[in-house]
Structures are given as structure tokens and as C-alpha cells.
């Protein structure tokens, strides 16, 4: 988890004591308003266009190939269902706590998802937003409409959400093998190779350009190692969906919003002007890359002074073979060629550009990316 911030001040949970629900969908351009006496079920009339998957004779979480459904199609659960399938919550379930709230591991049955005992049908992650923040019920409602109608291998699955009463949930796909900064923190743990490394950084470039590659451009705004999942096999997924954005109308180059991300990864061009697109998500690609070199997080106060910020840290080291060895991670000695990790430096450092217009498009750096992979 990294330290988010946004330039908006936060509304106190007690004006949430009374119902009131801000403009949260700005993915749909349309900022909702809602009066006091507004219901919950009137707003979830109003807000969603959802369609209700049946998933009775469906085939197991059927997963096509990077498209945009027109509607999020998932599961709707009721807090019982949820209930049940995490063993009402129970601690030793607990998958790990984000600013939102907390994520529990579950079973579903595989064709019906409804819950099944422990150890059979399929894994899901189940995250219960904490009550009363008019933060994380914004953020709750932007996975649904944007996640919910995203299918692509390297965008984590939204299976499912529910809404009862005060309780927000979403069901996800299972990522066995955590965040990826999870392995950045865990000093115990194996470390990744390169290979696992350039395959982690290559999937989540695939799932970056197909979110920016789309006619309708959606700008993720909150890209960072903690938002890159890894299966079983080390495949990445991008999650957390909350900050995604719709990008630019035709003819505009950008879109004026409050700024939101996270130290160490924000693009210092849209802090200053507040002005985002899909560059900003370039900008953190960048950061991230990084990290796969040097192993290092983003940003870490318990590093000396001058270092804390590894993109100030290590900017002037990336242009020459020789200072680049200086910062690289020595975990991963010998296991690449000094020339493919210099064109990965210079291709985050392109990234890192101050200036957004000068930064390469995802599909670039998924091709320089996968260059690297086939020369090496
Ligand atoms: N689908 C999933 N499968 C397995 N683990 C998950 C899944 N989704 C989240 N987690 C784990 O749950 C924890 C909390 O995730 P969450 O997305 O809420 O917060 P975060 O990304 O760590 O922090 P924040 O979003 O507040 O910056 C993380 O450790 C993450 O690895």
C-alpha cells in the first residue's frame, strides 16, 4: 500500500451520518448529485447499468480476449452470500488491508458462485469498503462501472459486487502470488529473477495500452506496484480500478480533474497543472520499471536522505551502462545482459520525461519492452 493523497480535501465520515452521495462516476462523464431524502435503491436505479451475469449455466468465469463490454456484466451477491463464503470475515482469511479497506480470501462454487466450503470451487478475493467513507463508496462505484465491463488478460476480473445497506463489497479473481510490491517488501521472500521480472513488467504494459488504446481512452491515474496482481504463474493483472478515469474528448488533450495518486509515482506535470492523460499512467509505468531494476520501492522514508525518492535518486544513473550497475539490484546479478538492462533504464527514463508530450505512448514502451525480451 502506498501513501495515497488527493488534492481534494476528504469528506468527514460524520456528514455521512446523513445520506449524501457526490458526483462519483466521472469514468461516465456525469457528476450525480443526490438529495437527502434519496434512497439507496433509487441511486442504485439511477447510477447503474448493470446487467445481472446468471452464472447457473454459465461455463466456469468465462474470460474472453481484451474487449469493452457495454455493460458490466457480474454477479449481484447479497451480504449473507459474502458472509458465508469468507467465514464471516474471519481474521486468518485476511488477505491484507489497502486504504479502503480490507481483502479476505473466499471459495465460491464454480458455476453457480455462491459459497462453497473452504478448499473447493474457485478462490475469489472479496474487499469489504470500509462503512461511512464517501471516498471508498466513490471508489466502490468506479470498479464496478469500469472494471465491471473490462475483459483482458492482464485487467484483473470483477465478478461480482455487492450493495446492502451500508455494506460495499467486490468479488475479484484470486491472485495467489500477491502484488507486486509485496515482493518488493518482503525481505524474506525468493527474490524474482529477471525473466519473472520482465514478464511481470511486459504483462502490465499490455494491460495499460489496451486501457489506453481504446476508443473511449480510460486513464488509470493510480499506477504503481501495489495495483500489479500476480497469478499463479506470474502473469500481472492491473487492479484497483478506483482513480480510472475516462481520458480526453475528441479534439482535447487533456482532462482537468482534482489530482489523485500516490508518492513517489505521480507525474509531476499533472500535480502542477492538474491537467491528466494517459501520459500521467506513462509517467508511473516508468516509476514501476524502476523498481523492477533497482528493487527498490517508489518512495521509502527509511532509506538516507537523497534516496528517498528513487526517481530523483536514480535519474542521473540510467543514461550510462557503468552508473546504471551502481543502482541495479544485486539479487538479480548475472542473470541479464548489461545491454538489456541499460535499454530498459533508457526506456523508463524516456517515461520519466517531465514533459508528457515527450513521453512514449504504452504501445511504444510494450514494444521496446518486448524487444528487450527477444534480443536477450
Ligand atoms: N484479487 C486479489 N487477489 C489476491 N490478493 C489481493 C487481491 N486484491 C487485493 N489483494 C491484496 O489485498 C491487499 C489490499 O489490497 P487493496 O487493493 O485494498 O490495497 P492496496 O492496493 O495495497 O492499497 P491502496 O489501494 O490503498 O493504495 C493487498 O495486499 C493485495 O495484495
Same mark, same amino acid.
Given at each position: 500500500?502506498? $501513501?495515497?493523497?488527493? /488534492?481534494?480535501?476528504?469528506? =468527514?465520515?460524520?456528514?455521512?451520518?446523513?445520506?449524501?452521495?457526490?458526483?462519483?462516476?466521472?469514468? =461516465?462523464?456525469?457528476?450525480?448529485?443526490?438529495?437527502?431524502?434519496?434512497?439507496?435503491?433509487?441511486?442504485?436505479?439511477?447510477?447503474?447499468? +448493470?446487467?445481472?451475469?446468471?452464472?447457473?449455466?454459465?461455463?466456469?468465469?468465462?474470460?474472453?480476449?481484451?474487449? #469493452?463490454?457495454?455493460?458490466?456484466? $457480474?454477479?449481484?451477491?447479497?451480504?449473507?452470500?459474502? %458472509?458465508?463464503?469468507? /467465514?464471516?470475515?474471519?481474521?486468518?482469511?485476511?488477505?491484507?488491508? /489497502?486504504?479502503?479497506?480490507?481483502?479476505?480470501?473466499?471459495?465460491?462454487?464454480?458455476?453457480?458462485?455462491?459459497?462453497?466450503?473452504?478448499?473447493?470451487?474457485? @478462490?475469489?478475493?472479496?474487499?469489504?469498503?470500509?462503512?461511512?467513507?464517501?471516498?471508498?463508496?466513490?471508489?466502490?462505484?468506479?470498479?464496478?462501472?469500469? $472494471?465491471? %465491463?473490462?475483459? =483482458?488478460?492482464?485487467?484483473?476480473?470483477?465478478?461480482?459486487?455487492?450493495?446492502? @445497506?451500508?455494506?460495499?463489497?467486490?468479488?475479484?479473481?484470486?491472485?495467489?502470488?500477491?502484488?507486486?510490491?509485496?515482493?518488493?517488501?518482503?525481505?524474506?521472500?525468493?527474490? *524474482?529473477?529477471?525473466?519473472?521480472?520482465?514478464? #511481470?513488467?511486459?504483462?502490465?504494459?499490455?494491460?495499460?495500452?489496451?486501457?489506453?488504446?481504446?476508443?473511449?481512452?480510460?486513464?488509470?491515474?493510480?499506477?504503481?506496484?501495489?495495483?500489479?496482481?500476480?497469478?499463479?504463474?506470474?502473469?500481472?493483472?492491473?487492479?484497483?480500478?478506483?482513480?480510472?478515469?475516462?481520458?480526453?474528448?475528441?479534439?482535447?488533450?487533456? +482532462?482537468?480533474?482534482?489530482?489523485?495518486?500516490?508518492? /513517489?509515482?505521480?507525474?509531476?506535470?499533472?500535480?502542477?497543472?492538474?491537467? +491528466?492523460?494517459?501520459?500521467?499512467?506513462?509517467?508511473?509505468?516508468?516509476?514501476?520499471? *524502476? @523498481?523492477? $531494476?533497482?528493487?527498490? %520501492?517508489?518512495?521509502?522514508?527509511?532509506?538516507?536522505?537523497?534516496?528517498?525518492?528513487?526517481?530523483?535518486?536514480?535519474?542521473?544513473? *540510467?543514461?550510462?551502462?557503468?552508473?546504471?550497475?551502481?543502482?541495479?539490484?544485486? %539479487? #538479480?546479478?548475472?542473470?541479464?545482459?548489461?545491454?538489456?538492462?541499460?535499454?530498459?533504464?533508457?526506456?523508463?527514463?524516456?517515461? *520519466? @520525461?517531465?514533459?508528457?508530450?515527450?513521453?512514449?505512448?504504452?504501445?511504444?514502451?510494450?514494444?521496446?519492452?518486448?524487444?528487450?525480451?527477444?534480443?536477450?
Amino acid at each position: 500500500m502506498g $501513501l495515497c493523497f488527493s /488534492g481534494v480535501q476528504s469528506l =468527514h465520515s460524520s456528514r455521512l451520518n446523513r445520506p449524501h452521495y457526490p458526483g462519483a462516476s466521472d469514468i =461516465h462523464g456525469s457528476n450525480f448529485e443526490f438529495s437527502e431524502t434519496t434512497t439507496a435503491t433509487e441511486i442504485r436505479k439511477s447510477q447503474f447499468n +448493470v446487467r445481472e451475469t446468471i452464472y447457473s449455466d454459465c461455463s466456469p468465469l468465462p474470460f474472453s480476449h481484451g474487449q #469493452i463490454l457495454k455493460w458490466p456484466e $457480474l454477479k449481484v451477491f447479497s451480504f449473507e452470500e459474502l %458472509k458465508s463464503a469468507t /467465514g464471516n470475515f474471519k481474521s486468518d482469511r485476511l488477505l491484507g488491508e /489497502g486504504g479502503f479497506g480490507r481483502v479476505y480470501k473466499a471459495w465460491l462454487d464454480e458455476n453457480t458462485l455462491t459459497p462453497a466450503k473452504p478448499g473447493s470451487g474457485v @478462490e475469489v478475493a472479496i474487499k469489504m469498503f470500509k462503512p461511512g467513507g464517501t471516498q471508498g463508496f466513490a471508489q466502490w462505484q468506479s470498479e464496478v462501472n469500469v $472494471l465491471g %465491463k473490462l475483459s =483482458h488478460p492482464n485487467v484483473v476480473r470483477l465478478l461480482g459486487y455487492c450493495w446492502d @445497506e451500508d455494506q460495499f463489497l467486490l468479488v475479484y479473481e484470486f491472485m495467489p502470488n500477491g502484488s507486486f510490491y509485496y515482493h518488493l517488501s518482503e525481505r524474506n521472500h525468493e527474490p *524474482l529473477s529477471w525473466n519473472t521480472r520482465l514478464k #511481470i513488467i511486459i504483462g502490465a504494459a499490455r494491460g495499460l495500452s489496451f486501457l489506453h488504446a481504446n476508443e473511449n481512452k480510460i486513464i488509470f491515474r493510480d499506477f504503481k506496484s501495489s495495483n500489479i496482481l500476480l497469478d499463479r504463474n506470474y502473469n500481472a493483472k492491473i487492479a484497483d480500478f478506483g482513480l480510472a478515469r475516462l481520458g480526453p474528448s475528441e479534439g482535447e488533450s487533456h +482532462v482537468s480533474t482534482k489530482v489523485v495518486g500516490t508518492l /513517489g509515482y505521480l507525474d509531476p506535470e499533472y500535480y502542477l497543472t492538474g491537467q +491528466v492523460n494517459v501520459k500521467s499512467d506513462v509517467y508511473g509505468f516508468g516509476v514501476v520499471l *524502476l @523498481e523492477i $531494476l533497482t528493487g527498490m %520501492k517508489a518512495h521509502d522514508t527509511r532509506r538516507p536522505t537523497g534516496q528517498q525518492n528513487l526517481v530523483r535518486w536514480s535519474k542521473p544513473c *540510467l543514461s550510462s551502462e557503468k552508473k546504471l550497475k551502481t543502482i541495479m539490484d544485486g %539479487k #538479480i546479478e548475472g542473470q541479464y545482459s548489461p545491454k538489456a538492462a541499460l535499454q530498459a533504464a533508457q526506456l523508463a527514463l524516456k517515461c *520519466l @520525461e517531465d514533459d508528457s508530450n515527450q513521453r512514449p505512448s504504452m504501445k511504444e514502451v510494450l514494444e521496446g519492452l518486448e524487444a528487450i525480451e527477444d534480443n536477450h
